[in-house]
């Protein structure tokens, strides 16, 4: 099994930057990834990323101001984060899977099989 802690999530203002954190530990995984969830609405994908190869997607939506990034050395997930706009506020999560067949260029929650508590982000006008 995958163990996944985020840290990282606070409260900033339009246009501000945050970077968060993945803590990796247990068995590595196939693959991993972002995605978050807005109060009262479905949970999004955002970015994923293969550490075999170091193969990335990043989700149209945020494209050009949101990015993933993988510390090996540190067994740590990162996802930096650019000219946030209100509409970025949601509980951000980590996820690790480990399919050997899933659909590239799809973030679906459910090809995922652990998950991190989440870390609020909160982004003010």
């Known amino acids: 099994q995958v163990q996944l802690v985020e840290s990282g999530g606070d409260s900033v203002q339009d246009g501000g930057s945050l970077y968060l954190s993945c803590a990796v530990s247990?068995?590595?995984?196939?693959?991993m990834g972002w995605f978050r969830q807005a109060s009262g609405k479905q949970r999004e994908g955002i970015a994923d990323i293969y550490p075999r190869g170091d193969s990335r997607y990043v989700a149209d939506y945020v494209k050009g101001r949101f990015a993933i990034f993988l510390d090996k050395s540190q067994n740590t997930l990162f996802l930096q984060m650019n000219d946030l706009k209100p509409e970025d506020t949601a509980m951000y999560y980590c996820a690790a899977g480990r399919r050997e067949s899933r659909p590239r260029f799809q973030l679906r929650p459910s090809d995922f099989d652990s998950w991190g508590p989440g870390t609020q982000v909160n982004v003010s006008s």
């Open positions: 247990g068995d590595t995984p196939r693959y």
